[in-house]
Structure formats: C-alpha cells, structure tokens
C-alpha cells in the first residue's frame, strides 16, 4: 500500500491549513512508523488549487530525496478549473502552473486531468507525468471527461481507477475500466476504441509500472498477485475460448471474483474472505465499521462546519 499524504495551505478552511514545516514533517513522521514492510509513503497535497508554491516545491523536493511517487489532483471540475486560470494563478492551467514551478517529472502523478487546457496534453507528454483517470466520480460527479485518447496517443502513462466509494459509490475497477471506454466509443462514434485486452493492461499491468510495482502480470520474478474469475456464472460463461477476456471486461458485475491472491497470501477463497495476518476476520472489521459509524453520527451532532473549497468556498 502506497499512503499518500496530504496537505494544503490555500483555499481551504483556515483551520486545517498547513505550512511547509507542517507538511514535510508529517512526511518524515511517516517514515519512522515501525512494522510497515508492505506499506510506503510519498507525498499527496490534495489538489494544485489548493497548494501554493511554498508548500509544492518543499514536498516535490522532499519526493526526490526519497525517491517517492508525488500525487495530485489537477483540473478535476470545470468551475474550479476555470476559477483556477481566472483568479488563482491567473492565465495558467493548472498544468502550466505545475510545469512553471518545476514539479512535473515522471515520478508525478495527476489525478483526474478532466478539464484541461490547450497545451495541457503537450506539457505532461513532454515531462513524462502520468495520470490517473477516474470515469466513475468523474460522471457521477458530473466534472466531465479527460481528452483520454489524446493522452495515449501523446504518449502519457494512463491508469483507470476508481476513485474513493464517497465519489465513485464503489470499488469496482472493473465497472470502471467498461464505462471509460463505453464513455469514448460513444463519443467518437467508434465501437473500436480501447479494447477488452487494452482496458484489462490499463487496470494491471500500466497501474503497476506507475506506482513502481514488481507486479501486474503473471511472468516470473513478479510478486504473486492474482485473481481468480468464476467463469461458471451464467454472465460469463465463454461461448468460445477467445471471448474470455470480453466477458470480463463487458459481463461483470464484481461479484464472480472466487479467489485473491496478494504476494503468495490467499486473501479470499471460494469467494469467502480470509482471516487477515493477525487473525482479525471480516465480521470483526465490520462491527468496528458500524461502531465507527455510530460515533461518527454523534460527533457531527456537535461538530464545527467546514466551509466548502475551490470554487465552492
């Protein structure tokens, strides 16, 4: 697991603005955490609106110390986008802006890039950033799409992900893989766009390479991680051995994943979740979720508003 860790110092509730030292220092606080073999860090300011020079370049300089990822979200919704170029950095996207500050590599990492500008796609091709493209939030949220084959064509690593369940309502990489190249077909009238064996390399192997991960594909020298698939379900029974693939990109619904397998652990068998490694089991997790959830209820009785961000603010 790759926790991104956020910050912002602009355009935000001023109580929860953050300052260089802040935010660097909860980086370095992350680093000294004990007993994560399996998880690292890198630095995850919320949105390029929402950090200013001072705190982006001290977090970017802080990637290139240790070697991390450095992930953000840019131009995800179109008033703020536009507010952005407007009055924020006036006459830059968001992406200039980036570009103008020197944090744009191939170790960055956009989240979104729905509403980009004209020069947009040239600058992260040029700088080998990489984008995580989100068709689930982005269309329920109503923000619109990236110029997605523009991007590829350019170029640009992209990944499908599916955003957190508060803006995509699931986890399901699959529903989103099917709806970004439902979304592009339609748009371009052309029923040949990204392909089943595309969209399932975009969701493995491309997101693996992104995040720097010995992982994404089944070759030797790769962690073993692997699914398995129920082909028995009657939304996924092959007709003919080479439509497998379709099926799942085009048939699923989420629910036919039998087995997973993360680093040679079984994680869930025959379709029942295991016991996790200190021997806490799925029913356990989810009653401390309710109680969470209980208490979450009671503190908002009683708790300060946040006032919105952005655009919104």
Known sequence: MIVAIGSQDRHYDPRILDNSEQAVGRLDRALQIEGLERTSFCPGPDQLFSNSRALLVPLKEWAWRNGTLFHVHSSEEPKTSRWFRESVEPGLTPVEYAEEIGILDDGTVLAHQVNCGPRDVEILARHNVQVVHNPLANTILGSGMPPLLDMIAAGIPVAISTDGSGSADNQNILAAARLASQYQKALHQDATLLPAQQLLEIITSVPSRILRLNQGELAPGRAADWIVIDLARPNLTPTRIDNVVENLIWATDG????????????????????PFSDGTTAPQIMAKVQLLSERFIEYLRDALELRGTGANQ
């Open 255 to 274: 629910s036919e994943v039998d087995t997973v397998v993360a680093r040679g652990r079984v994680l869930k068998e025959k379709g029942k979740l295991m």
